[in-house]
């Protein structure tokens, strides 16, 4: 069985890391964003209710109110995935650079 950790450190905050170090961190970050994104759409969290008063807009930009809360999470910290995510490419990048 696979265990799980879950960090509820705050991640550093980007002004104190390298330019690189940064980048990686906004890119994990944007990553999980897109995840929360997709997984608030499929669950129906931004589908608005059967009011019959929204119209056919209503459906077009459900997905716009999802890729808000998405955003809205990421930006707070998330789920943790960004960290995984960010530790993940610090580490990859570490062992392709002592290679």
């Known amino acids: 069985m696979m265990a799980i950790s879950i960090s509820t450190a705050i991640p550093p905050d980007p002004a104190d890391l390298g330019n690189r170090q940064q980048a990686l961190r906004r890119s994990a970050v944007a990553l999980e964003e897109s995840f ?43 789920v943790g995935l960004a960290e995984q995510i960010y530790r993940a490419l610090l580490a990859r990048e570490s062992s392709d650079g002592a290679a």
């Open 36 to 78: 929360l994104g997709e997984m608030l759409r499929l669950s129906g969290v931004a589908r608005p209710p059967d009011t019959g008063g929204g119209g056919a807009g209503e459906d077009a930009f459900a997905g716009f109110l999802a890729d808000a809360y998405a955003a809205e999470l990421a930006g707070a910290g998330g």
